[in-house]
């Protein structure tokens, strides 16, 4: 491996648990796993395999995420609110609060 590498050795412990199962029936047994830095004493339905781990250490760094949106001004709709609608946002703040109300927009009036 070329540039700079993180290394790890130890052992990898499987754990078969047969039961009364014979080899000829292996595809049946349950297996687990754990990892140990030492060896580690194996009993008799286990066994410890010596692994060595090389791994590029631009796996651990995080990539730096980056973004730029841009919105043409073409493609903005601009805000219309017909009369009927200022009329009926009139109404509702009228009768919310008591007040009188009178919306302009562009030169038109509601309510």
């Known amino acids: 491996m070329s540039g700079t590498t993180v290394k790890?050795?130890?052992?990898?412990?499987?754990?078969?648990?047969?039961?009364?199962?014979?080899?000829?029936?292996?595809?049946?047994?349950?297996?687990?796993?754990k990892l140990s830095v030492g060896k580690p004493s194996v009993g008799r339905d286990e066994v410890a395999v010596k692994i060595a781990v090389e791994l590029?250490?631009?796996?651990?760094?995080?990539?730096?995420?980056?973004a730029k949106i841009t919105?043409?001004?073409?493609?903005?709709?601009p805000l219309t609110i017909n009369l009927e609608t200022m009329d009926?946002?009139?109404a509702l703040i009228q009768q919310s609060?008591?007040?009188?109300?009178?919306?302009?927009a562009d030169g038109k009036e509601g309510a």
């Open 56 to 66: 590029p250490s631009s796996l651990f760094v995080r990539p730096q995420l980056e």
């Open 8 to 33: 790890w050795e130890g052992h990898l412990l499987v754990s078969v648990n047969r039961g009364s199962w014979g080899v000829e029936y292996a595809k049946n047994w349950k297996a687990s796993a």
């Open 97 to 104: 609060t008591g007040f009188d109300v009178r919306i302009v």
């Open 88 to 90: 009926n946002i009139a």
């Open 71 to 77: 919105v043409p001004d073409h493609q903005v709709t």
